[in-house]
T-cell receptor
C-alpha cells in the first residue's frame, strides 16, 4: 500500500513565524501535491511538483513556497505565518501525470496560527 | 477551466435506505472524475473513478456512480446506507488545468453524510 506521511498532525504557531510542513511518500511516486482544506471550500491546490527540484503554482500559492530536494519528500513553507493560514493541510502523491491517475493522501496537518 | 458543484452540503439518511450524493461538473476537456471519502480525523480515500470506459462505475463499500455527459453529472449512490458510511464525500474532476501543462484536480466543496440509526 502507498503510504504518505506528514510530520505533524497538529501544529500551533505564532504570527510571523516560519513554518515547515513535511511530507514523505514511500512508493517512488513522481508527483507530489500540497492542498489546504477549509470548511465549505473543499480542497484547494497550493503547489505541486512533478520532479525533484521542480515546482509549479497551484490555485492559491500566495504566502507559501515549497521545496523538493529528494523524490520522496515535499516540504511546504510558510515564510511568515498569518492567521488566515490557519487550516488543514493535506499532502498527496501520484505515480504519473495521466488524467486517470489516483492521488494518495496523507492524514493531514491541522495548523493553527495565533 | 474546470469546476465541480456538489449540490448538497449535508445529506441525512436512515440506516438501510438509499444514498444519493449529487455532483455536477464543467470541463473544457474530456475529464476524469473521482469520488473521495474522508472519515473524521483521517485522510482522503478514493471511492471510485471514471476514466472514459464504462459510464457506470463501481467502487468500494458498495458505492457506485454514473457518468452522464449530457447532464454533466456524476452522482454517487449506494442502495443501502450503513452507519460506517457517515463521512464527508468529495467529487473531483481532473483535466489539463489552466496552465495547460499538467493535470490538476479540482475538488467540490464536499457533502457531509449523516446516517441515522
Amino acid at each position: 500500500d502507498v503510504k504518505v506521511t506528514q510530520s505533524s498532525r497538529y501544529l500551533v504557531k505564532r504570527t510571523g513565524e516560519k513554518v515547515f510542513l513535511e511530507c514523505v511518500q514511500d512508493m517512488d511516486h513522481e508527483n507530489m501535491f500540497w492542498y489546504r482544506q477549509d470548511p465549505g471550500l473543499g480542497l484547494r491546490l497550493i503547489y505541486f511538483s512533478y520532479d525533484v527540484k521542480m515546482k509549479e503554482k497551484g490555485d492559491i500559492p500566495e504566502g507559501y513556497s515549497v521545496s523538493r530536494e529528494k523524490k520522496e519528500r515535499f516540504s511546504l513553507i510558510l515564510e511568515s505565518a498569518s492567521t488566515n493560514q490557519t487550516s488543514m493541510y493535506l499532502c498527496a502523491s501520484s505515480r504519473d501525470r495521466g488524467l486517470t491517475d489516483t492521488q494518495y493522501f496523507g492524514p493531514g496537518t491541522r495548523l493553527t496560527v495565533l | 477551466a474546470q469546476s465541480v458543484t456538489q449540490l448538497d452540503s449535508h445529506v441525512s439518511v436512515s440506516e438501510g435506505t438509499p444514498v444519493l450524493l449529487r455532483c455536477n461538473y464543467s470541463s473544457s476537456y474530456s475529464p476524469s472524475l473521482f469520488w473521495y471519502v474522508q472519515h473524521p480525523n483521517k485522510g482522503l480515500q478514493l471511492l471510485l473513478k471514471y476514466t472514459s470506459a464504462a459510464t457506470l462505475v463501481k467502487g468500494i463499500n458498495g458505492f457506485e456512480a454514473e457518468f452522464k455527459k449530457s447532464e454533466t453529472s456524476f452522482h454517487l449512490t449506494k442502495p443501502s446506507a450503513h452507519m460506517s458510511d457517515a463521512a464527508e464525500y468529495f467529487c473531483v474532476v481532473s483535466d489539463q488545468g489552466s496552465s495547460g501543462s499538467a493535470r490538476q484536480l479540482t475538488f467540490g466543496s464536499g457533502t457531509q453524510l449523516t446516517v441515522l440509526p
